[in-house]
């Protein structure tokens, strides 16, 4: 009984810290969501009115597909390219292993706007790559495309996060036994059939893992598209913060966030069937 | 500022206020869930601006210094034009900045803006703040140096009552204008030469609404604040004009001014004359226009928010605002017109000068009246400032 207690004690902190931090503000939102507000006031009575608007405005649900398609490309890319990384230090790169892994780390701690600013004048039409292909004389006038588009939101996503991927899948496949690999090799598999079907089951969950991650923040993110995303830069996240700041209108601001979430809820419970049903990940996972 | 007109003014003492202080604080987390029986009910008339208690009471029981807290826009602190000043008072200066002028009433109307003692406003969210209680009010005598300023800015409805009483202080103004690379393009004449096809991909918007759409609305016709939906309609529609040749939104007019820089694009809706200044420093031809089809100023002032709570410091701040010190730093650091006519002949650099038109833009003023957004909420057919911004999410969602 008294060690039953001094755990309690013991977790209380925890206890306190995530109700205080986690729990309070998101039921706050959740209680706002259902009240009248506007003008900075909010109160009584109830309402399912922000709910209604934020599911049913044509202009709120574009901005959702919008931040919906980002993140989930920005995602898919990541997770490829993180994993190409990933497997590479692994499984090749010998002595150079710790090295590149220090690399990877190292790139995170890169400011995330000078990174933003830095392809900018990377993709720019007097930058970077134009200007390599202008003095390499495969265009005569610079591509005005590369710049401002959602490509150019979806290469300095994939920029910044695919450290989180690699590394997330970096940890699991050092976890992949080398003799399985081998079992399969000498019952006849071959390298890409091995890879199916034993390395890339046991590193499923890493890979959701770095796909969740990636996707939550870049959906979310609305900086790096309104700074190289050109017209087609506006996300969701931009009306939330006009809402509860512009307009004090917490209530369909606290409705557009609940809105949000049980959207990527459902994008990434789909993307979670789906890795199921390519075997990437295993039954019971 | 008809608004204040009958508004029931008693001064209480300082006791007072801050018993009936603690008290609102008290019943707050209550009032949230029960007071609003609410906005569906026809709201009481609302004060228009906080009073004080009398300035003869304040200024003897209190002198300038201390802490004061200021939450404006970087660089309205004039840090290195007020240091002197600061050292001499004793005056402890903490800054926060805004990203947009939105972000003010989210702050004071919040248990965050406790304690904040000076803001600074756009002119046309005069009405609209008001009604939300931002101001409270000040006589000229405590900010001597009002008698300074241009006629206008010392007589506006936009910083003073009808009974005589400020509360606000004009701190600087400038025009909107088109920007463009005068060695890319020939000068545009109108704001509506940029829904020229010449300006396919070349044109580069602020994430600015409020102004956007006074623009256009300037441009076509239609007065701010009785705007209808139709006539919000119209001016979607041209703001999607200009959208269709847009090469991207800038988040801020300090990115319009890369954008000009790098050749992204080669004109802005709207613009800041300060951006030439900017780009000659990079060494690129930037030059400006007032639209002929619509000239727009806007102009920013200094308030003491009813959540300050060191008010001889705040009062003696809006008048050191004034101060020629601080008005040449306006002019030279920020870019923008001073509000005082003795200063024009201070400014050294003639290309400066320059930027604004000084000698005309008093008549201009008296002949105009400037563009008010519309209030926050709205009946019938006329618009909301709630519709402005969410026709501009539907231009961008577009």
């Not at chain 1, 986690?22 to 939102?29: A, E, Y």
């Not at chain 1, 959701?208 to 190289?228: C, E, K, N, R, S």
Request: charge should be negative; aromatic fraction near 12%.
């Amino acid at each position: 009984m008294r060690h039953q207690s001094g755990g309690y004690l013991l977790s209380a902190p925890l206890v306190v810290l995530v109700a205080g931090l986690l729990i309070l503000p998101i039921g706050t939102f959740l209680v706002y969501s259902f009240l009248t507000s506007g003008s900075y006031q909010i109160g009584l009575p109830l309402t399912l009115g922000n709910y209604l608007k934020a599911f049913t405005d044509a202009t709120y649900q574009q901005l959702i597909l919008n931040s919906v398609h980002i993140g989930v490309l920005t995602a898919f890319v990541s997770s490829i390219l993180g994993y190409y990384l990933a497997y590479y230090i692994s499984f090749r790169a010998g002595r150079s292993k710790n090295l590149l892994l220090a690399l990877t780390v190292v790139s995170i701690l890169g400011g995330y706007l000078v990174r933003i600013y830095a392809w900018r004048i990377i993709l720019g039409t007097s930058g970077v790559l134009n200007g390599a292909l202008i003095n390499l004389g495969l265009i005569a006038e610079p591509l005005g495309f590369l710049l401002f588009s959602r490509t150019a939101v979806v290469v300095a996503l994939v920029n910044i996060y695919i450290p989180f991927t690699a590394l997330s899948v970096y940890a699991a496949l050092e976890n992949v036994g080398r003799d399985q690999i081998e079992a399969a090799r000498d019952l006849g598999a071959g390298p890409l059939y091995a890879f199916w079907k034993v390395t890339l089951p046991q590193t499923g969950r890493a890979v959701f893992t770095g796909f969740l991650f990636v996707f939550l923040l870049t959906a979310a993110d609305y900086v790096t598209p309104q700074l190289i995303g050109g017209k087609t830069g506006t996300m969701i996240g931009v009306v939330v913060y006009d809402q509860f700041v512009r307009l004090g209108n917490q209530g369909l601001g606290a409705a557009l966030s609940f809105s949000i979430v049980l959207t990527f809820a459902a994008v990434l419970a789909s993307s979670w069937l789906a890795m199921r049903a390519l075997g990437i990940l295993r039954q019971g996972v | 500022m008809g608004d204040n007109n009958g508004v029931f003014v008693r001064y209480v003492s300082r006791r007072e206020f801050l018993r009936k202080l603690g008290l609102a604080a008290a019943s707050l987390p209550a009032a949230h869930m029960l007071a609003d029986h609410s906005l569906a009910q026809t709201p009481e008339p609302v004060p228009t601006v906080t009073p004080v208690p009398p300035p003869e009471l304040t200024a003897q029981a209190q002198a300038v210094g201390g802490q004061l807290d200021f939450y404006s826009w970087e660089g309205y602190d004039f840090l290195d034009a007020t240091k002197k000043w600061r050292e001499e008072h004793g005056v402890d200066l903490k800054s926060a900045y805004i990203a947009s002028s939105d972000d003010t009433p989210a702050k004071i109307l919040s248990p965050a803006g406790k304690g904040v003692d000076v803001i600074t406003y756009f002119y046309a969210y005069y009405q609209t703040w008001t009604e939300l209680g931002m101001f409270t009010e000040f006589s000229a005598e405590e900010v001597p140096n009002i008698k300074t300023m241009y006629p206008f800015f010392q007589q506006g409805e936009y910083w003073r009552t009808p009974r005589g009483s400020y509360f606000g202080v004009p701190l600087t103004w400038l025009t909107y204008v088109i920007n463009y690379r005068s060695d890319l393009i020939e000068r545009p004449s109108k704001w509506s030469d940029l829904l020229d096809a010449k300006f396919k991909n070349k044109l580069a918007i602020v994430e600015d609404p409020g102004a956007n759409i006074i623009v256009a609305a300037t441009i076509l016709g239609i007065k701010t604040d009785t705007m209808t939906r139709k006539e919000l309609e119209e001016i979607k529609k041209f703001l999607l004009g200009l959208k269709a040749n847009a090469k991207t939104i800038a988040p801020s007019y300090g990115d319009l001014s890369n954008l000009l820089v790098s050749g992204e694009a080669v004109a802005t809706f709207v613009g800041w004359a300060a951006l030439n200044v900017w780009a000659a420093k990079d060494g690129v031809p930037v030059d400006s226009v007032e639209p002929e089809d619509g000239i727009v100023i806007s102009i920013d002032s200094y308030a003491i928010p009813p959540t300050c709570d060191n008010r001889p410091t705040a009062l003696a701040w809006c008048n050191l605002m004034l101060s020629p010190e601080v008005q040449l730093s306006v002019v030279n650091d920020l870019l923008t017109a001073t509000v005082r006519p003795d200063v024009v002949p201070m400014i050294q650099d003639e290309k400066v000068r320059n930027l604004y038109a000084y000698d005309t833009f008093e008549a201009f003023l008296q002949e105009h009246k400037l563009n008010m957004f519309p209030p926050m909420e709205t009946t019938g057919d006329r618009v909301s400032y709630a519709d402005w911004m969410k026709m501009w999410e539907e231009v961008k969602a577009e």
